[in-house]
């Protein structure tokens, strides 16, 4: 169950955190990953670890805001049956402290980034006969964050924009769904603790990880561990669902 043998999977983000996590579980269940990430270092470092391990993958640069960077990189691959958009940022700020510049390169990378990825794979899939699209959101496009106003934007859209994909290519076979994390640990987090919590990173570790109620934050396999589900044929049947995957956040804390 849940092989990916002779599936051809993009992976956007994948140079680090969740996205690296999904590509590295992906060759493993037998799928030819294209590694895309704006770092050229970090894909060629997951690519890498991948061939090391036997799988298949190859590294692709890639700017999810730049539309015909995108266009050009999933053409050149050609057939696609898997489509993971994990590439994106984070932000903090309420609507008022938020600056125009900020809310521009959240929406940019977020948004439009993901919009990008799907205006090229989805016709590209349906020539093809169908495929299976996970795109990243949230559980802040669901619940209000403190200080979370331009990423709990950008993740709202990304759940609205899996609706519509599913509901639009259901007859082409196309299967589109998203999953919503709580805080995963990431480089991400850690780079973020260090920068506004120096001397106290261990400190507010554990204090962010106590926000939910099971006790600590997701590990990037256990968000892959979903997404591989979703993309397999076991999991044929779902379309058009977003799935939390958050510790019991949402739920438990209402």
Known sequence: MLKLHNKIAIVTGAGSGIGKAVALLFAQQGAKVFVADLNPENADATTNEIITSGGTAESRVLDVANQQAVTDTFNAIGPIDILVTCAGISHIGNAANTTEADFD??????????????????????????????????????????????????????????????????????????????????????????????????????????TQPIGRMGQPVEIAGLILYLCSDEASFLTGSDYAIDGGFVTLNS
């Open 105 to 210: 390169k959240v929406y940019n990378v977020n948004v439009k980034g993901t919009y990008n990825c799907l205006h090229v794979a989805v016709p590209i899939m349906k020539k093809n006969g169908g495929g299976s699209i996970v795109n990243i959101s949230s559980i802040a496009a669901k619940v209000g964050l403190a200080d979370r106003f331009a990423y709990s934007m950008s993740k709202g859209a990304v759940y609205a924009m899996t609706l519509s994909v599913a509901k639009d290519y259901v007859n082409d076979h196309i299967r589109c769904n998203c999953v919503s994390p709580a805080r995963v640990h990431t480089p991400f987090v850690d780079g973020f603790l260090a920068k506004n919590y120096p001397g106290k990173e261990q400190e507010m570790f554990e204090k962010l990880s106590k």
